[in-house]
């Protein structure tokens, strides 16, 4: 059963760099794509980004200039930064495994971490 | 960049109920659609992907269909433990966007 733990600073002060790791467990990082979704206090989900296993990346053009993910595949491990945080950037924040169906091969969320929740409060 | 909007973003209902929610797109997604239910202090689980392909482990009391612009999740008999809110996602652009939200309340 795959399982997706994750860590990381809960409470930063505006202006610092939020940093998340994700560990896979279960499963393999191959042939798959692992993201970044957000859901800020009482509201609804925002996708962050993206990463495989061979380092390739996609962002949110609205987050792109203060986002990078990277993978650690000898660890089983990605991670996510976010600099220059602003209380806009308080939310939970999950990871989760992207698969594909079919022929199209359809992206789907399939697996979620538990969220971690980050607060940036002076 | 693709919009997505549910209605009704709440709803009132009884166990044993039927239940549609519907998901819109501003542009075609043709079945780049999928469905996720989230609990308070949980992280969302997938419940349809493609449109209307039930994920492993999920009651086949949901359903879903639609292709195109118009997609609609059913729950046709309610059950307690589906009370929760659910959300529709795009996978066709670049955004992976999620709908706003539907709330299903006793």
């Known amino acids: 059963q795959v399982q997706l733990q994750q860590w990381g600073a809960g409470l930063l002060k505006p202006s610092e760099t939020l940093s998340l790791t994700c560990a896979v467990y279960?499963?393999?990082?191959?042939?798959?794509?692992w993201s970044w979704v957000r859901q800020p206090p009482g509201k609804g989900l925002e996708w962050i980004g993206e990463i495989n296993d061979s380092g390739s990346t996609n962002y949110n053009p609205s987050l792109k200039s203060r986002v990078t993910i990277s993978v650690d595949t000898s660890k089983k491990q990605f991670s996510l930064r976010l600099s220059s945080v602003t209380a806009a950037d308080t939310a939970v924040y999950f990871c989760?495994?992207?698969?594909?169906?079919?022929?199209?091969?359809?992206?789907?969320?399939?697996?979620w971490g538990r969220g971690t929740p980050v607060t940036v409060s002076s | 960049d693709i919009q997505m909007t549910q209605s009704p973003s709440s709803l009132s209902a009884s166990v044993g109920d039927r239940v549609t929610i519907t998901c819109r797109a501003s542009?075609?997604?043709?079945?780049?659609l999928n469905w996720y239910q989230q609990k308070p202090g949980e992280a969302p689980k997938l419940l349809i992907y493609?449109?209307?392909t039930l994920q492993s482990g999920v009651p086949s009391r949901f359903s879903a269909s639609g292709s195109g612009t118009d997609f609609t999740l059913t729950i046709s008999s309610l059950q307690p433990e589906d009370f929760a809110t659910y959300y529709c996602q795009e996978s066709y652009g670049s955004l992976r966007t999620f709908g706003q939200g539907t709330r299903v309340e006793i």
């Open positions: 542009q075609s997604i043709t079945s780049y």
């Open positions: 493609a449109a209307s």
């Open positions: 989760a495994r992207g698969d594909t169906s079919g022929y199209y091969e359809i992206p789907y969320f399939s697996y």
């Open positions: 279960g499963g393999s990082l191959s042939n798959y794509n």
